[in-house]
């Protein structure tokens, strides 16, 4: 692995990227799955783009807006949340008209992640570790990143389930449904297959969310996403990019909240 010096030397957003990683070693063990889903990310922004898609094209420029605000690739986090915001719009001559730009930068990024993680022998993921503490966190976020992110956090505490998209995270959430195991849930709302807001109204409709108290975790600050998530009984809702501390403090809050219904 090269020195840090090389992402500062190629525009890297390294200050910006701890303060919310809280230090070197968090920041390079989660880098690494960052770098190792990019080209899967980009195969699915290719096939929607391909297939003028534009709901799934939103959601996975989304993802990848998500993840470069985290590691301090500014410029195409930049790039990738107007995309976002015109593919929601289904504005598909802009997509069009941008889209080599998207890529392009897209490649850079991927660039700098080969030259800074050569002979790079992080672990695949962080240790597991053993608790004895039943008490489920459930994670339901497309982001791999954060998944790693919160398994950092809580994983000597608490038992982790994790979802990439809705439809798993159903499935978490009915497997638990009579344990009163599932303490927290940290939902995105932009997520493949089923959506966040989908999860939600399942769970009103099976009258779940205040034994599993949910707090969204998004990186969708409009005002018509807040409202319309503040329409549900949710504990809290915070915005991506997330520190270290505000997490915590979202998932004290939201546990407080079973506690009290239990």
């Given at each position: 692995m090269?020195?840090?010096n090389f992402l500062?030397q190629n525009?890297?957003d390294?200050?910006?990227?701890?303060?919310l990683?809280?230090d070197?070693e968090?920041?390079n063990?989660?880098?690494?799955?960052f770098k190792?889903?990019?080209?899967?990310k980009?195969?699915l922004?290719?096939k929607?783009?391909?297939?003028?898609?534009m709901p799934n094209?939103?959601?996975?420029?989304?993802?990848l807006?998500s993840?470069?605000?985290?590691?301090?690739f500014?410029?195409?986090?930049?790039i990738?949340?107007?995309h976002?915001?015109?593919?929601?719009a289904n504005?598909?001559?802009y997509v069009?008209?941008?889209y080599?730009?998207l890529?392009?930068?897209?490649?850079?990024?991927?660039?700098?992640l080969n030259?800074y993680?050569e002979d790079?022998e992080i672990?695949e993921?962080l240790?597991?570790?053993e608790?004895l503490n039943?008490d489920?966190?459930?994670?339901a976020?497309?982001s791999?990143v954060?998944?790693?992110?919160v398994k950092?956090?809580?994983?000597?505490?608490?038992?982790l389930?994790f979802?990439?998209?809705?439809?798993e995270a159903?499935?978490?959430?009915?497997?638990?449904?009579d344990?009163n195991?599932?303490k927290?849930i940290?939902?995105?709302?932009n997520?493949p297959?089923?959506s966040?807001?989908?999860v939600?109204d399942?769970?009103t409709?099976?009258?779940?969310?205040?034994?599993m108290p949910?707090?969204?975790i998004?990186g969708d600050s409009?005002?018509e996403?807040?409202?319309?998530?503040?329409?549900?009984?949710i504990?809290?809702m915070i915005?991506?990019?997330?520190?270290?501390?505000?997490?915590?403090?979202a998932?004290?809050?939201t546990i407080?909240?079973?506690?009290n219904?239990?």
């Amino acid at each position: 692995m090269k020195d840090i010096n090389f992402l500062y030397q190629n525009n890297v957003d390294v200050d910006k990227a701890l303060e919310l990683f809280g230090d070197i070693e968090t920041y390079n063990e989660t880098i690494k799955e960052f770098k190792s889903g990019i080209d899967e990310k980009l195969g699915l922004i290719k096939k929607y783009y391909q297939e003028e898609d534009m709901p799934n094209y939103a959601i996975y420029v989304h993802s990848l807006k998500s993840d470069c605000k985290y590691f301090g690739f500014t410029k195409l986090a930049e790039i990738a949340y107007e995309h976002e915001m015109k593919s929601k719009a289904n504005d598909l001559n802009y997509v069009k008209a941008n889209y080599n730009q998207l890529i392009e930068e897209t490649e850079k990024v991927k660039n700098i992640l080969n030259g800074y993680l050569e002979d790079n022998e992080i672990s695949e993921t962080l240790e597991e570790n053993e608790t004895l503490n039943e008490d489920i966190i459930l994670v339901a976020d497309d982001s791999e990143v954060i998944r790693i992110f919160v398994k950092k956090i809580f994983d000597a505490d608490y038992q982790l389930e994790f979802a990439k998209n809705g439809e798993e995270a159903l499935k978490v959430i009915r497997d638990h449904e009579d344990d009163n195991r599932i303490k927290a849930i940290l939902l995105d709302l932009n997520m493949p297959k089923v959506s966040g807001f989908s999860v939600l109204d399942y769970m009103t409709q099976s009258n779940l969310l205040e034994r599993m108290p949910v707090t969204i975790i998004s990186g969708d600050s409009s005002s018509e996403a807040i409202n319309r998530a503040f329409e549900y009984p949710i504990v809290d809702m915070i915005n991506k990019p997330f520190s270290e501390a505000k997490i915590k403090d979202a998932v004290e809050k939201t546990i407080r909240q079973a506690s009290n219904k239990s």
